[in-house]
């Protein structure tokens, strides 16, 4: 891939049932030079950032190939069994390599994450990692910093020498953090779960300031029981996306999330959702300049925020749970997968107004990834999520079905994704809301009616299936061909049904005011025909003061000291009672 004069279009890495391979557009046959790996057991591939290099592990080996004149060809081979991650550093000078912790009866563990140089396939350094949450170090853009969690603890090295620690945060529990990756200026935030029914915290960090009184941000919650980060490429803005796994007011089975936001200011913020509900999708721009938040309970609303947390565009409800910017930051997609019927809109976020450009299905759809160019956009049906239809499609951003592959039952599509690219190969590029030419999809349309049982069809329906799903603006009623006196006859009908309808409410609202007070009068006896509501609440009011001062009694009597707002309390006593005796009724 060229970053200079005329661009090559990305390649197409396949991984499946019947073993992997690269795909070459435009025709997505298999890509000159490369051997495809025909074995069944191949579990995970990743491209280097600037997509010249390539490694995938087939549970015997790790293999690399290297891209060199548009021809890719395996250079180097790690004999390294049972690999199920791999990452490569960000300037592609490392490869990490992640195995299942286990132990053999009468052996000394061996470590199991293993960094590897990537021309040579030469061991760095190997590590003792157990879990796989979290298992891959961190590396800022230029390599100059590297991270990893221990218990307790977050490891730092500088240029990838790993004979010594150069800096740590000691925090006790800590169980997440995250860094950002820009160049410069490094910033680390970390979390650290609540113990006994205190409060989780979160602490943002200046490398390599770490001490207690350098803390730039902190962050408390009382209903946290895991955390995601997520920092912006510009490294000045960080969204801690908080789960606590159990909703204690019963309105959710997914637990109950929330979405804050710190800078490198110090600044924090609880960002503010418009609907009740889980939190689906949150996505940083490219840019860093603003995000995107798919939220609620179905039909699920989207909205667009600034870098300082504060909403600026609204792209109303619908059945959507992700939303993903192109690397160009100017198109924001929104969709429903999964479980949802897989309809995608592409908006045009640009300009300060966002702009809808298409509207297109893609069913069973269970991942999407945009092409490096910004105007292409993968959609793949892969097992186990889905067993049947497995395949791929590349759609353009106007809703143009550009290229589709099926698989055949009873192979399997277990995973599909493009060829990384550096910032800046394929730069931005002139949206237009014209469909440009693409081709017909192979399976059937589904019928887009809803279904009516026989007994309702032929009739009207006035059904709605989301009262809160947004609609257009009501049309207005258009006026009927009447004469003068059909008009004016039709005025006064209008006119004498409002007046009985007025008269019918403000009867029907006497006889409930009339029963209430009859009931209240009932319940209470002679009281109730002397209850006044203001005098009842001031004298529970000071029945709560008395109540209190009791308490600090009991406190002094122990011998406890009192502050000075307490004792101030105390000497209030005799004003209360004496308050209370002249409400009281005698």
Known sequence: MSCGGATSPPSLAVRGSKGFCLQKPADYAIHQGFRPDESKTCKFFQFSHDGSRLAWSNMSTVQIAVLKDGVWTVSTTIEQPKVYA????????????????????????????????????????????????????????DESICSRMVTNEIQFYINNDFSKIAHKIHLQKVSHFGMSTNEGAVHVVTYAPGHKGGPSFSKLFKFPNFGENEVLANKSFFQADSIDIKWNNPGSGVLLLVQAEVDKTGASYYGKQQLHYMNTKGDTSMVSLSKEGPIYSVSWSPKGDMFAVVFGFMPARTSLFNNKGDQVFDFGTGPKNLGMFNPQSSILMIGGFGNLRGKIDMWDVSKPKPDLISSFDAPDTTDVKWNPDGQHLLTTTCAPRLRQGNGYKIWHYSGSLIHEKAIPAPDELWEADWQAAPPGTFRSFTISKKQVQGIAPSAPQVSK??????????????????????????????????????????????????????????????????????????????????????????????????????????????????????????????DLLEELKKLTVK
């Open 86 to 141: 791999l990452q490569w550093s960000p300037l592609s000078s490392l490869l990490a390599t992640w195995e299942m912790y286990s132990t053999v009866q009468g052996q000394e563990p061996k470590p199991n994450l293993h960094l590897w140089d990537g021309q040579t396939g030469q061991k760095i350094k190997s590590f003792f990692q157990k879990k796989f949450g979290g298992w891959c170090p961190m590396w800022n853009s």
């Open 449 to 574: 009616q809803v279904y009516r049982p026989p007994g309702a069809r032929g009739t009207v329906s006035t059904f709605k299936l989301h009262d809160d799903e947004d609609t257009g603006p009501k049309k207005e009623e258009k006026e009927e061909n009447l004469s003068k006196s059909a008009l004016k006859n039709k005025k006064r009908r209008e006119a004498a049904k409002k007046k009985r309808e007025e008269e019918d409410t403000s009867g029907k609202q006497d006889a409930i005011n009339t029963a209430a007070q009859f009931r209240n009068n009932e319940y209470r006896g002679a009281a109730g025909l002397l209850f006044d509501p203001e005098v009842e609440k001031k004298k529970k009011k000071i029945n709560d003061k008395l109540n209190s001062i009791k308490s600090l009694k009991e406190m002094q009597a122990q011998g406890k000291q009192l502050e000075k707002n307490q004792l101030e309390k105390l000497s209030r006593e005799a």
